[in-house]
């Protein structure tokens, strides 16, 4: 099938490889154009574009797609069969969704209409949900809206991580991808009732409000492993908690409780097991506190 392309970050990656060894014919993969990152700011490719230049595929990384007519048409030209699509990054207008003969495919990272938006992996740990999966979706002009074609699902447990779910999702769209473009599903409208929306994160989401119950807290430090992370100041200096566990204890908020950093939070406590300071490597608490003693009754967060 002659395709096109559009993904970004890493979770995209397995989707392009999958396609590509199923022999289908990729005739263009669009990405977001290389940025300055890192300390040194160098210009760094995104891992869809990295991927695609081993692949030898034609890479195109317009910065924007609404109003670029000339795009539109580059886009027209390639006489596609359909564009699949995965963590894009920009909106495509449109003349673009309608060129594909097929359509313009989305894999979604989340069972719609439950999580549209663009962090459904980390609201789904964050909210509790125990399970999620993946949605091929027909895209159409709204956010996350269009028709479904496939689903399908896969727990989150009690120890479920971000980062875990991203790769397993990751693979599973990959792998679902392929069975939709095979087997040209009928579009299901998705329901009207229970749609939520899961905004892009911020770097100011990874501090943490003691005042939460600790079973928020401890999803919120699952969700967002490894990004934005989670983090609260000790003493004026940011502590990264990697991981953690709900435990018995009452008391102010942000209260450290007992010698094993019990930390008292608006319901019960929450004991971490992996922290980090800035600038060195993650270790247990137990090891953190043989070096950075924390008396009990000392208030987390200030």
Not at 55 to 66: D, K, M
Not at 70 to 77: I, M, P, R, S, Y
Request: charged share 20%; hydrophobic share 45%.
């Amino acid at each position: 099938m002659r395709l096109a392309f559009m993904g970004s970050p890493d979770f995209a990656v397995p989707a392009l490889r999958g396609l590509r060894d199923a022999g289908h014919e990729i005739v263009a993969v669009y990405c977001q154009p290389p940025k300055p990152a890192g300390r040194g700011q160098a210009v760094r490719r995104c891992p869809v574009h990295v991927a695609a230049d081993g692949f030898g595929l034609p890479v195109r990384t317009p910065a924007r797609l609404r109003r670029d007519v000339e795009e539109h048409e580059v886009f027209a030209d390639l006489q596609l069969d359909a564009a699949v699509v995965a963590a894009y990054g920009l909106i495509l207008p449109q003349a673009m969704l309608d060129a594909p003969r097929r359509g313009c495919l989305n894999i979604h990272a989340s069972l719609l209409p439950r999580w549209r938006g663009a962090a459904p992996i980390q609201a789904a740990v964050l909210a509790g949900d125990v399970e999620t999966g993946v949605t091929i979706m027909q895209m159409d002009a709204g956010l996350d809206t269009g028709p479904m074609l496939l689903r399908e699902s896969m727990p989150i447990t009690a120890k479920t991580t971000a980062a875990l779910l991203h790769d397993q999702l990751a693979e599973l769209g990959g792998r679902l991808i392929l069975r939709a473009l095979a087997e040209n599903p009928a579009p299901v409208p998705q329901p009207a009732a229970g749609a939520l929306y899961a905004p892009k994160l911020s770097r100011a989401d990874a501090r943490i409000d003691w005042a939460l119950p600790a079973t928020h807290i401890e999803r919120q430090i699952r969700a967002y492993d490894p990004w934005p992370g989670t983090f609260t100041l000790l003493h004026g200096t940011v502590l990264k908690l990697l991981a953690a566990e709900t435990a018995s204890g009452e008391g102010a908020p942000g209260t450290v409780l007992d010698g094993a950093l019990t930390i008292a939070c608006g319901e019960a406590a929450l004991r971490p097991t992996r922290v980090q300071l800035a600038g060195r490597p993650g270790m247990t608490v137990a090891d953190f506190l043989r070096g950075h003693p924390v008396p009990v009754g000392t208030v987390l967060g200030q």
